[in-house]
């Protein structure tokens, strides 16, 4: 079975940074699209950001674009978010979801498989 974890969440300040991680088991995910999700309380599942798990083609939502990085580690499975200079409006619960075969977008609904989520609260 598949299995997505994710861990780096935590309370920071504006302008800090924090590093998420996604553990990924369960196949070979070599052609799979990876991405963040976030999600805030009442709010839609709204995309983050997205790559390929060979570490291509990378896609950010506008409004993380030039803060939040995502990587890929082939070695350890494990997908990494990178987030910089986080705002207020970033506190969301983050979620990792992968794609069969990269046919992942920005809509949470072409995702095949979904992590448990992690916290993120940002204070100003």
């Known amino acids: 079975q598949v299995q997505l974890v994710e861990s780096g969440g935590g309370l920071v300040q504006a302008g800090d940074s924090l590093r998420l991680s996604c553990a990924a088991s369960?196949?070979?995910?070599?052609?799979?699209?990876m991405a963040w999700f976030r999600q805030a309380p009442g709010k839609e599942r709204d995309f983050v950001a997205a790559?390929?798990?060979?570490?291509?083609?990378?896609y950010y939502a506008d409004s993380v674009k030039g803060r939040f990085t995502i990587s890929t580690d082939n070695a350890k499975n494990t997908v990494v978010l990178q987030m910089h200079s986080l705002k207020p409006e970033d506190t969301a619960v983050y979620y990792c979801?992968?794609?069969?075969?990269?046919?992942?977008?920005?809509?949470?609904?072409?995702?095949?498989?979904w992590g448990q989520g992690t916290q993120v609260t940002v204070s100003s």
């Open positions: 790559i390929r798990w060979t570490g291509g083609n990378t």
């Open positions: 369960g196949r070979t995910f070599g052609r799979y699209t």
């Open positions: 979801a992968a794609a069969q075969s990269g046919l992942g977008t920005t809509l949470a609904r072409t995702y095949d498989y």
